[in-house]
C-alpha cells in the first residue's frame, strides 16, 4: 500500500515528490526548483507524516502549496497563457495564430518572466490579461508587432509603456504636433 503524491511551493517554484507507504510518509523527492537551507528545515510544514492528513494541509495552505496526486496532473498556469494569447490574437488579427517551437518557448519565457516579478502565480496571469487588455495603449510600431517573439524580446519596454504611456521619440513627435497644432 503506497501512494505517490506532488507538491508544489509556488512561492519559491519548487516541485517535490512525497511517496507514503501504510499511510506514512516514506521518502520525499525535489524534483524542481531550489530550497534554500532554511527552507529544508520547515519541510515538515508542508509535507504531511500521515498520508491522511493531506486534506488538513491542502486547506492550511491553499495559498501557497498545491498537493496533488501523482494520477492527476498539477494545475498548469502555462495552459492559461496560452490560452488568453489565442484569445487576444484571434480577436485582434481575426485568424489563429502560427504556433511552433519558436512561439512557445518565448510565451514560455514570458510566463516565466511575470511570475518572478509577481508575489502570486495569479497575479502573472493578471498580469499577462493587462498587458493584452491594454494593447491599443502602446505605440503604433508596437501595436503592429503582436508577435509572441517579439513580445518576448520587448517585454519590458511593453511593460513600461502600459505603466507610464508612451515613451521615446514617439512621445517627442506627439509633443511636437500638439506644439504645432497650437500655433
Known amino acids: 500500500m503506497s501512494a505517490k503524491y506532488h507538491i508544489r511551493l509556488i512561492e519559491p517554484g519548487t516541485r517535490i515528490t512525497v511517496w507514503y507507504r501504510y499511510g506514512q510518509l516514506h521518502k520525499w523527492q525535489l524534483d524542481a526548483g531550489k530550497l534554500q537551507a532554511n527552507w529544508y528545515e520547515q519541510l515538515y510544514r508542508v509535507i504531511p507524516f500521515h498520508e491522511a492528513q493531506i486534506e488538513q494541509y491542502k486547506g492550511r495552505h491553499s495559498a501557497s502549496v498545491e498537493y496533488s496526486p501523482a494520477g492527476e496532473k498539477p494545475r498548469d498556469d502555462y495552459r492559461a497563457f496560452v490560452d488568453m494569447w489565442f484569445a487576444f490574437y484571434r480577436g485582434l ?61 520587448h517585454l519590458n519596454s511593453i511593460i513600461i509603456q502600459l505603466k507610464h504611456g508612451q515613451t521615446g521619440s514617439n512621445k517627442a513627435t506627439s509633443d511636437a504636433d500638439d506644439l504645432r497644432r497650437g500655433l
Open 93 to 153: 488579427t481575426g485568424v489563429d495564430p502560427k504556433y511552433g517551437g519558436s512561439e512557445g518557448k518565448a510565451l514560455k519565457e514570458i510566463a516565466d518572466y511575470l511570475e518572478k516579478v509577481s508575489v502570486q502565480r495569479a497575479e502573472a496571469l493578471a498580469l499577462w490579461q493587462h498587458i493584452l487588455g491594454n494593447w491599443r495603449r502602446l505605440d503604433a510600431f508596437t501595436r503592429g508587432k503582436p508577435q509572441l517573439t517579439y513580445i518576448n524580446s
